[in-house]
């Protein structure tokens, strides 16, 4: 009987310390989804505010996530940083509803934003977003004439004109 209490000390021991090492890691977390959840001009659920925090904290540098916990606004500096942040959002939310939402809200009717977002797939909207973030100096030309040339001729297939 001894030994078996000896030994489920033992393993919570182990467990507490296991957990005990992810704290500031689960606090730095609950940190950034706080900041989310208080944005009101990006608004998330509680699960993807928290589903974001986490992936952020698990990839982005600590220096980045000081600067997201200080001010959910700032702006990241490292474009490796910001495409990392907005993968890490992107992870967590229905990106094509989001996409459908904004486009419908801009005015597009709910038929063309459906056919402008199923046209580009997640993949490209992804792409899209990101290339959209990068400084101008940082954006490939070539790619960013491509997209437009695509999304002109999307527009056109869509009814937009």
């Given at each position: 009987?001894?030994?078996?209490?000896?030994?489920?000390?033992?393993?919570?021991?182990?467990?507490?310390?296991?957990c005990?090492?992810?704290?500031?890691?689960?606090?730095?977390?609950?940190?950034?989804?706080?900041?989310?959840?208080?944005?009101?001009?990006?608004?998330?659920?509680?699960?993807?505010?928290e589903?974001?925090?986490?992936?952020?904290?698990?990839?982005?540098?600590?220096?980045?996530?000081?600067?997201?916990?200080?001010?959910?606004?700032?702006?990241?500096?490292?474009?490796?940083?910001?495409?990392?942040?907005?993968?890490?959002?992107?992870?967590?939310?229905?990106?094509?509803?989001?996409?459908?939402?904004?486009?419908?809200?801009d005015?597009?009717?709910e038929?063309?934003?459906?056919?402008i977002?199923?046209?580009?797939?997640?993949?490209?909207?992804?792409?899209?977003?990101?290339?959209?973030?990068?400084?101008?100096?940082?954006?490939?030309?070539?790619?960013?004439?491509?997209?437009?040339g695509?999304?002109?001729?999307?527009?056109?297939?869509?009814?937009?004109?």
């Amino acid at each position: 009987m001894k030994r078996t209490h000896l030994l489920a000390v033992f393993v919570v021991v182990l467990v507490a310390a296991a957990c005990g090492s992810d704290r500031t890691t689960d606090e730095r977390a609950a940190a950034i989804a706080d900041v989310i959840k208080d944005d009101n001009e990006f608004p998330l659920t509680d699960d993807e505010a928290e589903c974001t925090a986490n992936n952020m904290v698990d990839s982005l540098d600590s220096e980045t996530i000081d600067a997201i916990i200080a001010d959910v606004d700032a702006d990241i500096e490292d474009s490796e940083q910001t495409v990392i942040a907005m993968n890490a959002l992107f992870d967590c939310i229905d990106l094509e509803a989001l996409m459908i939402e904004q486009l419908t809200e801009d005015g597009t009717s709910e038929d063309e934003a459906r056919c402008i977002v199923e046209a580009f797939g997640e993949d490209d909207i992804r792409s899209l977003v990101e290339m959209s973030a990068l400084p101008d100096d940082q954006v490939d030309d070539a790619a960013a004439m491509a997209v437009v040339g695509e999304m002109m001729e999307i527009a056109g297939e869509c009814g937009l004109g």
